[in-house]
């Protein structure tokens, strides 16, 4: 695990600082089914259940399923829940990913992103949890092993939040970033500890002096309302992030928004991509603004709910656009943050012209090449005004 | 807990016990149970095996059926002790 220890500085995997933000977390209830890249999470997390770190009641069980159903039970009984899982685990769970929105539990999810089969592959790109974008939950994209270990600890803050109640899933890129050494800056136990609280749920099943059901049937008279509820909470959990990632700056020195912008204040093309690959983008922003080119970044934090308003108000200047996804939507038209950004920008007077790209499928390196190749693209499309080629795929 | 706009619980929470007893199941039911009090011998079999809590048992005497929740499974008539079988099963009309 740790390898360096130098003023505070600590040199960790993805996955080792997960299991230490849980351990800090300090979770009633963690059910869990171990899957390649986030198997070391709950490795590492068992570890501290067994030598008593922790007070976690560590649920093994059969499946995934069963991991996000026990999840579901201990939620519903009032207890603060963890778990994590990647690809063809976060799959499985599906049904009951649905179950944990609509009952508005806000269970913390890790998802390490690896590739859904078929083929099956391990390797990392974002089928998974975009194919879970739809299940009322909020999703945290993380570039970093930093970001990574400091968006569990706000999750638990944003899903717990009176206003929100919603299930929360931190994602970052599996062997990436889960397997990937990097010096982090981890926070005192105690800090953790003051910072989330404890949870408190206002209902709860246990809670035998006031019986409640919970998961009845709800027909045509009020199914509609209950989801309405849970569409405004939705909505309404952008701005919890953004106060969570403002106060988690005022606390510890790190302040998070809903994206991460790099170098777009007077940039002219622009390149929107999620999680690591954002990293080897600035590189090549870097590179390329040393050559005078008015290039910049864009990188999406927070991608449940999506912050359409933000995201075009941001990118308004910007003449020419590439949103860059790791996953096919399987439409014929692009990527689901390809589809996303594009719709938030119709509202703007001034659209800026818009193109997708698919790359890193199955964990495919993205380089920094590749990301000069896009900015060429773009650069293309400035000159002519023209998008010639709307979408394909990059770094066959 | 509850929506203040809307007045519905968060997340279809029934925030209170014995809700089910406000919903009538009893439409559901194709067959009616009819009993012979004749025959009963009120051992309350019925009773315990009732899934809907149907069976209406006043001082300890079966005295018929609450037709709002019956569904009409028949689990009773079966479960009438092989000697006695006073429920019967009848088509509702």
């Avoid at chain 1, 360096?4 to 089914?33: F, H, R, S």
């Avoid at chain 1, 922790?54 to 159903?69: D, G, K, N, Q, R």
């Avoid at chain 1, 390797?123 to 974008?133: F, I, K, L, P, V």
């Avoid at chain 2, 012979?36 to 018929?64: F, H, Q, Y």
Wanted: with cysteine; hydrophobic share 40%.
């Amino acid at each position: 695990m740790a390898i360096t220890m130098t003023k505070g500085q600590t040199g960790l995997t993805g996955n080792a600082a997960i299991a230490i933000a849980m351990k800090q977390i300090d979770p009633d209830v963690c059910a869990a089914y171990p899957i390649t890249p986030s198997t070391a999470v709950i490795e590492d997390f068992s570890s501290f259940v067994a030598d008593g770190k922790v007070t976690t009641e560590l649920i093994t069980v059969e499946s995934e399923h069963s991991a996000m159903s026990a999840c579901i039970g201990a939620s519903a009984a009032g207890a603060r829940v963890m778990t994590a899982t990647s690809s063809q685990g976060l799959a499985l769970m599906w049904e009951m990913l649905y179950i944990a929105s609509g009952m508005r539990l806000p269970i913390i999810l890790t998802n390490v992103n690896r590739a859904l089969s078929a083929p099956i592959n391990i390797h990392c790109d974002h089928s998974d949890s975009m194919g879970a974008r739809d299940a009322g939950w909020i999703q945290l994209y993380s570039e970093t092993v930093q970001e990574a270990y400091d968006n569990l600890i706000q999750a638990v803050r944003i899903a717990e939040d009176k206003n929100v109640l919603l299930p929360a899933m931190v994602c970052f890129d599996g062997f990436i970033t889960s397997h990937a050494i990097e010096n982090i800056t981890l926070l005192e136990d105690e800090e953790v500890k003051k910072f989330v609280g404890e949870y408190r749920a206002d209902r709860y099943l246990l809670d035998t002096d006031r019986p409640s059901t919970y998961g009845a049937m709800s027909l045509p008279d009020v199914y509609i309302e209950f989801k309405h509820q849970q569409s405004q909470a939705m909505a309404g959990a952008k701005d919890v992030v953004v106060e969570i990632g403002k106060e988690f700056g005022r606390k510890f020195g790190r302040t998070y928004g809903l994206f991460d912008s790099y170098r777009l204040e007077d940039a002219e093309t622009a390149i929107v991509i999620l999680n690591s690959a954002a990293g080897t983008t600035k590189v090549a922003v870097d590179e390329l603004r040393k050559q005078g080119k008015k290039v910049g970044a864009l990188r999406p934090r927070l991608f449940r709910p999506f912050p359409f308003k933000e995201i075009a108000g941001e990118l308004s200047h910007v003449k020419a656009v590439a949103v860059l996804d790791r996953v096919d939507s399987m439409s014929g038209f692009g990527g689901p943050l390809f589809n996303e950004v594009r719709s938030a920008l119709y509202d703007n007077e001034k659209r800026p012209r818009v193109f997708s790209r698919i790359y890193g499928l199955g964990g495919r390196d993205y380089k920094v090449k590749d990301a000069l190749g896009v900015f060429g693209e773009l650069e293309k499309v400035v000159e002519t005004g023209k998008v010639e080629t709307l979408q394909k795929y990059i770094t066959l | 807990m509850e929506n203040k706009k809307t007045g519905f619980p968060r997340g279809g929470v029934i925030e209170k016990g014995g809700t089910a007893h406000d919903y009538s199941t009893g439409g559901w039911r194709k067959l009616r149970p009819v009993v012979d009090k004749d025959r009963c011998t009120n051992c309350l079999i019925c009773w315990v095996m009732c899934p809907d809590s149907a069976v209406i048992v006043e001082d300890g005497k079966m005295i018929g059926f609450d037709l709002e929740h019956c569904k009409g499974c028949g689990i009773c008539a079966v479960e009438c002790p092989d000697k006695v079988k006073a429920i019967t099963m009848e088509e509702e009309a």
